[in-house]
C-alpha cells in the first residue's frame, strides 16, 4: 500500500523559512518522480513543484521560483521542501504527491501539512 | 500560466448523470491528451479519478469516464451517487516548464 506522510508544517513568520518532508512508502521510490501541490484553506488546488526520479530535473511553479527548492533522499524515501521568505500567500495546506510514472499526473497524495505565514 | 475554467458548482439527483466541464487553452487541454480529474472530500486528500483524459484508475467504478474536445475537457459521473458528493479538479501538463495547471474546482451536489 502506498503511503505518503507529510510533516514540518507550522506557523512562522512572513519572510521566515520553513522545511517540508515527505516520507514514503510502499512502492519503489526511486522509480518515480515526485510533486507538492498545495491549496489555500477554502481554495484550489495548485501544482507548486516536481522532480524527476534522479533529480536531474526540477520544475517550479512561478509563484515559488526563487524561494521554494525541492529534493529528494532516494536512499530515505523521503521528499524535502525548503520553503524561504515565505508570504501570507503561501498559508497552505501541502501535500506530497506521487508522479503516475508513463504521463504526467498524481497517482496517490499525502494527507497535507498545514503551514500558515503570519505574524 | 492561468487555471482552467470549471464551473463553480453543478448538481442532479441519486441516479442521474452529470457532466463537468474543464476549459483551457491550446498550451494545455487542447495541445495534451493528459488531463486528469480529482475528487477531493472535506477535509480529505485529493483522489485520481481520471487521467490521461480517459483512463480510470483500479477501484474506481466505470461510473466516472472522462473526454476531450479541442480545449475543452469533461467528466461525467452517471448513476450519481451520494458518496459522489464532492469538490472535482481538473488538471492538464501544460509543458515541461510548467508541469500542471489546475482548474479552480466543481463543487457536486447529490439533492
Redesign the interface.
Known amino acids: 500500500e502506498v503511503q505518503l506522510v507529510e510533516s514540518g508544517g507550522g506557523l512562522v513568520q512572513p519572510g521566515r523559512s520553513l522545511r517540508l518532508s515527505c516520507a514514503a512508502s510502499g512502492f519503489t521510490f526511486h522509480d518515480y518522480a515526485m510533486?507538492w501541490?498545495r491549496q489555500a484553506p477554502g481554495k484550489?488546488?495548485?501544482?507548486v513543484s516536481?522532480i524527476s526520479w534522479n533529480s536531474n530535473?526540477i520544475?517550479y511553479?512561478?509563484s515559488v521560483k526563487g524561494r521554494f527548492t525541492i529534493s529528494r533522499d532516494n536512499a530515505k524515501n523521503s521528499l524535502f521542501l525548503q520553503m524561504n521568505s515565505l508570504r501570507g500567500e503561501d498559508t497552505a495546506f501541502y501535500?506530497c504527491a506521487k508522479d503516475?510514472g508513463n504521463?504526467?499526473?498524481?497517482?496517490?497524495?499525502?494527507?497535507?501539512t498545514l503551514v500558515t505565514v503570519s505574524s | 500560466?492561468s487555471?482552467l475554467t470549471q464551473p463553480r458548482s453543478v448538481s442532479g439527483s441519486p441516479g442521474q448523470s452529470v457532466t463537468i466541464s474543464c476549459t483551457g487553452t491550446s498550451s494545455d487541454v487542447g495541445g495534451y491528451n493528459?488531463v486528469?480529474w480529482?475528487q477531493q472530500h472535506p477535509g480529505?486528500?485529493?483522489?485520481?479519478m481520471i487521467?490521461?483524459v480517459t483512463k480510470r484508475?483500479s477501484g474506481v467504478p466505470d461510473r466516472f469516464s472522462g473526454s476531450k474536445s479541442g480545449n475543452t475537457a469533461s467528466l461525467t459521473i452517471s448513476g450519481l451517487q451520494a458518496e459522489d458528493e464532492a469538490d472535482y479538479?481538473c488538471?492538464s501538463?501544460a509543458g515541461?516548464?510548467?508541469?500542471?495547471?489546475?482548474?479552480?474546482?466543481t463543487k457536486l451536489t447529490v439533492l
Open positions: 510533486h501541490v484550489g488546488l495548485e501544482w516536481g530535473n520544475v511553479a512561478d501535500y503516475g504521463s504526467p499526473y498524481f497517482d496517490f497524495w499525502g494527507q497535507g | 500560466q487555471a493528459y486528469s480529482y480529505k486528500a485529493p483522489k485520481l487521467f490521461d484508475p479538479y488538471c501538463y515541461s516548464y510548467t508541469f500542471g495547471v489546475f482548474g479552480g474546482g
